[in-house]
């Protein structure tokens, strides 16, 4: 009897361990390469701009949404001021990007603007993200639901998950 339950444990050994190292290579490939890098969150962006005379102040609510292992859609929502004039914000913004540790580079891929969108002037909508620009970010996790967005230049936002509770 001993001797046959030692046979069956040689003779299922090898498949067990090959199947249990083929998930470990499925889960492997799905961290690595399917899985979303970016983090799914929002944020409220104030921004105001003073030059001479003019101001320009802008209200939005960021959402970024992962949309595959290297895509992300970024909805834009909220108002923009010129002086005393109210434009309404609303776009989908579709980015490719890729990783290099904390660092992005996004690619504006589309900027598909919504119905309830009334921005027109040119200039003004050179302060958005445009189609086929190039983005470079940092995203670093600053707790279990935050994230801080930085470009070169300072920090952009701090975006937050689902608290999940």
């Not at 249990?20 to 929002?42: I, M, N, T, W």
């Not at 320009?56 to 108002?79: E, H, K, M, T, Y």
């Not at 620009?133 to 996790?141: A, D, G, V």
Request: proline residues 4%; hydrophobic residues 40%.
């Amino acid at each position: 009897m001993k001797a046959r339950g030692c046979s069956f444990f040689r003779t299922y050994c090898y498949g067990l361990l090959a199947a249990l190292a083929l998930v470990c290579c499925g889960v492997s490939v799905y961290l690595l390469f399917l899985k979303p890098q970016v983090p799914e969150c929002r944020a409220v962006l104030w921004m105001s701009n003073q030059q001479g005379d003019k101001t320009l102040r802008r209200a939005l609510l960021i959402s970024v949404l992962p949309d595959g292992a290297r895509r992300a859609v970024v909805r834009i929502n909220g108002s923009l001021f010129d002086n005393e004039v109210r434009y309404n914000i609303d776009r989908a913004l579709e980015l490719d990007y890729r990783r290099q540790g904390g660092n992005y580079i996004f690619n504006v891929v589309s900027n598909t603007r919504m119905p309830q969108d009334t921005l027109k002037s040119p200039e003004l909508n050179l302060r958005l993200p445009l189609e086929g620009r190039r983005y470079h970010l940092h995203i670093e996790q600053v707790d279990k639901h935050h994230f801080l967005f930085v470009n070169n230049y300072g920090p952009m936002f701090v975006c937050a998950t689902a608290s999940g509770g």
